[in-house]
C-alpha cells in the first residue's frame, strides 16, 4: 500500500493537469473564425481584394466566412448579422455605403464579437461599435489627382466627373478632396458629374451620355476608378476621339490594366489605391481575438502616383 500510494498521487496530478491544459492547448491551436462582408466584384480593385483576403486566410489556417454583398447594402447588413449568430472570432467588413450600420454594429457588440472595418469607412455616432479601420486615404486620392492635373493643364480645362457609388466613402472623399484641389484655379471647372457606380460598363454609358449631351465641349475625364476610366476610354475611341491625347484622363486605384494603359498613353495619370488589405487585416483581427486592442485605431495606406514618368518600370513588379 505504502508503495503505491506516491504513484498514484502522481497518476491522478498527471490526469487532472491533462483535463485542465487540454481545453487550453486546443483554443491556442483553434483556427480563427472570420466572418467577412465583402462589397461585390465591381471592378477589378475589388477582385485584387478579394483575393487577398481569401489567398491570406489559408494560408494562415483561418476559417474565413466570406459573403459577397453584391453591391447591396442589405446582403451586408444581413450577412453580418449572420456572422453573430454563428459566433464567428471577429467581423470585418469592406462597407459599401458608410450609413445603416448601427444597429447591426450593435448586435456584434452584445455578442462580443470585435468588427474591422476595412476600405471604406462608415459614419456612426459611437466609435465605439468597431474596434479599428484599415483602409486608404481616399481624400488623399482626391488630392493627389486634383494636383496632378493642375500641374499638368496649367489650371485649365472643363472636367467631366465619373463618380464611384453613391453613399460609398471612396466616392464621397474623392469627389469631396479634388474639388477642394482645383478650387484654387478658377479656370479648371467640373461641368458635369454622374455616378458609374465603380463599374466599366455603366462608366462607359455614362461617357456615352456625355458624349451626347456636351459634344466636344470638354477636355478631362475625372474618373474616381480605373474600371470607369476604361469604359469611358471605350466610348470616347467610338466617338473617333484619341484618350490621353484629345481627352486628358486621370483616374485611381493603378490596378494592372490602369497602369498599363497609362503606358500606352490612354490614361494620363492614375493614384494608387492599394487593396491587398489580406495581411494587415488578419494581424488585426489576431490581436483583437486575443484581447489586445489595434493601435493606431485608425491605420491608412500610403499611396503612390502613376503617369508617363514612372507608369512602364513599374508595371513589372505590380502586384494586382
Ligand atoms: O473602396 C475602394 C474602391 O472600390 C476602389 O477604388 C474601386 O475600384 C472599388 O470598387
Known amino acids: 500500500m505504502k508503495i503505491y500510494a506516491p504513484r498514484m498521487f502522481l497518476r491522478t496530478c498527471l490526469a487532472l493537469s491533462a483535463l485542465i491544459l487540454a481545453p487550453l492547448a486546443s483554443a491556442a491551436t483553434k483556427p480563427l473564425k472570420i466572418g467577412f462582408a465583402q462589397t461585390g466584384a465591381e471592378s477589378a480593385w475589388r477582385t485584387a481584394n478579394t483575393e487577398s483576403m481569401k489567398s491570406e ?3 494562415r489556417g483561418i476559417d474565413l466566412k466570406f459573403a459577397d454583398g453584391q453591391g447591396k447594402p442589405e446582403n451586408q447588413i444581413r450577412a453580418v448579422r449572420s456572422f453573430v449568430a ?5 467581423i470585418i ?3 459599401i455605403e458608410t450609413t445603416g450600420w448601427e444597429p447591426v454594429l450593435r448586435e456584434a457588440k452584445a455578442a462580443k464579437i470585435p468588427v474591422i472595418v476595412m476600405d471604406r469607412s462608415i459614419d456612426v455616432s459611437d466609435e465605439s461599435l468597431y474596434a479599428c479601420f484599415i483602409g486608404s486615404d481616399f481624400a488623399e486620392e482626391g488630392r493627389m489627382a486634383a494636383d496632378w492635373l493642375a500641374k499638368h493643364t496649367n489650371g485649365k480645362g472643363r472636367i467631366l466627373e465619373l463618380q464611384g457609388t453613391t453613399g460609398s466613402s471612396a466616392a464621397g472623399e474623392r469627389k469631396r478632396a479634388f474639388a477642394e484641389g482645383i478650387a484654387k484655379y478658377p479656370d479648371l471647372k ?16 455614362v461617357m456615352e451620355a456625355f458624349l451626347k449631351k456636351h459634344g466636344r465641349n470638354f477636355d478631362i475625364v475625372y474618373a474616381h476608378n480605373d474600371d470607369m476610366a476604361l469604359g469611358a476610354i471605350q466610348a ?5 476621339l484619341k484618350p ?7 483616374s485611381i486605384d493603378a490596378v494592372r490594366e490602369g497602369v498599363e494603359a497609362v503606358v500606352a498613353g490612354k490614361i494620363n495619370c492614375t493614384v494608387e489605391c492599394n487593396p491587398l488589405f489580406g495581411p494587415k487585416a488578419y494581424d488585426a483581427a ?5 484581447g489586445q486592442p489595434v493601435l493606431p485605431r485608425k491605420q491608412f495606406n500610403k499611396d503612390e ?4 514618368t514612372n507608369a512602364a518600370a513599374a508595371l513589372p513588379i505590380r502586384k494586382y
Open 93 to 95: 467588413i469592406a462597407p
Open 86 to 90: 454563428q459566433g464567428v472570432d471577429v
Open 190 to 205: 467640373v461641368i458635369d458629374s454622374q455616378s458609374g457606380n465603380f463599374g466599366r460598363e455603366l462608366g462607359k454609358q
Open 57 to 59: 486566410a489559408a494560408k
Open 244 to 250: 490621353g491625347k484629345d481627352v486628358m484622363i486621370v
Open 236 to 240: 470616347i475611341e467610338a466617338a473617333g
Open 286 to 290: 489576431a490581436k483583437l481575438a486575443a
Open 305 to 308: 502616383l502613376f503617369d508617363a
